[in-house]
């Protein structure tokens, strides 16, 4: 194998592709990745047995085809540290030579052989999306999905696709989103699976460009996505989450009592600067509602207090105090790219409801703090 390569480019496919592999595995071959020269292309392959990456690599050329399978932490941390605007590459014996701006690496690597094979199967395509659509769900999901617990559906993204509509649903037992958007149907049945949130992650930095559609397909029990179309199509597929994801319709309320739309920017300000004199042990906002302002204030015993007041519009219903943990708060309104969130209450005891028409919806707990 023989190419020259644009570095920036190089390394940005480099570090996606890193992120797949096994931090600690007894298979060397995991702890690395793949590179494949061949029709003018580069493509960089990665694997940790659950999740398989393919990443091209734009501006390249290739002057012979062939593979190389080296270590991902070094090969980013080399090119990570080339001069110069491109790198030349050659590879011989399992051995990869990297040149730069009066720089050479040679970095030793394994058997092309040893990486895992993926077996090609056929498979349809369920549905179609737009990246920018899809990225915008799966931020407005993800952070939300379970990273300890007992119940392993938790700790999966909910994907589920009927007609035309797609739902992303995540929770952790102590909040809830689910996310909707538009897509394409490919098939006339419904899609439903639970993806390791890792894949989501993944999936949300290949598809970079917003114009790029998305296809996806089930592939022997896997999902598989394809972003882009022809040579430079990156492509994820994915072993998904067993089990059965918990019954989230049955957690979002039904009737409130009140309710009030606020200026994501400014109440997304007021709970930060709340939240500042909380500590983990007091990890809760009190939100104070009247029919003209709205006053959030946080407390600890050990820090000292805060209280931020906001004019509020439009509140409907009696007063009320209900406590927030913060953090729930100021991470879901970051990803809110509306001007207006709308929250609805029914009782300090029970779950407030952050809504962006209906394509956001975002069940918090109280904290029982007050």
Not at 35 to 60: F, N, W
Request: with cysteine; aromatic share 4%.
């Amino acid at each position: 194998m023989k190419l020259i390569c644009d570095r920036a480019v190089l390394l940005a496919a480099v570090q996606i592709a890193q992120q797949v592999v096994a931090a600690r595995t007894a298979v060397p071959a995991l702890s690395c990745i793949k590179m494949t020269a061949r029709d003018g292309c580069l493509t960089l392959h990665a694997s940790d047995k659950d999740i398989s990456v393919e990443v091209p690599v734009a501006a390249v050329e290739v002057k012979e085809p062939g593979e190389a399978l080296v270590p991902a932490k070094k090969l980013a941390e080399v090119i990570g540290e080339c001069a110069g605007t491109t790198v030349r590459m050659e590879v011989a014996k399992h051995a990869l030579t990297i040149w730069a701006e009066k720089m050479k690496f040679h970095i030793l690597g394994f058997d092309p052989k040893e990486f895992p094979s993926q077996k090609e199967s056929k498979s349809t395509v369920e549905f179609s999306v737009t990246a920018e659509i899809l990225r915008k769900l799966i931020v407005r999901s993800v952070f939300a999905a379970a990273t300890e617990s007992t119940r392993f559906a938790m700790g999966g993204v909910l994907m589920e696709r009927k007609g035309k509509r797609l739902r992303l649903v995540a929770t952790d037992g102590r909040r809830l989103v689910v996310t909707k958007g538009d897509c394409t149907s490919g098939s006339d049945a419904d899609t439903i699976a639970i993806v390791p949130p890792k894949a989501m992650s993944l999936l949300n930095r290949l598809a970079s460009q917003p114009d790029d559609v998305v296809a996806v397909a089930r592939l022997d029990g896997r999902l598989s996505f394809t972003v882009g179309q022809g040579p430079d199509a990156a492509r994820l597929t994915t072993n998904l989450i067993d089990g059965t994801f918990p019954p989230f319709e049955d957690v979002i309320p039904k009737e409130h009592d009140r309710k009030v739309t606020c200026n994501v920017q400014q109440l997304l300000a007021s709970v930060r600067r709340a939240g500042i004199l909380t500590t983990e042990q007091s990890k809760g906002v009190k939100l104070g509602f009247t029919a003209t302002e709205l006053k959030i204030s946080g407390s600890s015993p050990e820090v000292g207090e805060a209280e931020i007041i906001m004019s509020i519009d439009g509140y409907q219903g009696q007063p009320i105090e209900i406590v927030f943990n913060p953090g729930y708060i100021t991470e879901a309104l970051r990803l809110v790219d509306s001007e207006e969130i709308t929250l609805e209450m029914k009782a300090p005891n029970q779950p407030g409801v952050f809504r962006v028409g209906q394509e956001f919806t975002y069940v918090i707990m109280p904290t029982g703090q007050g």
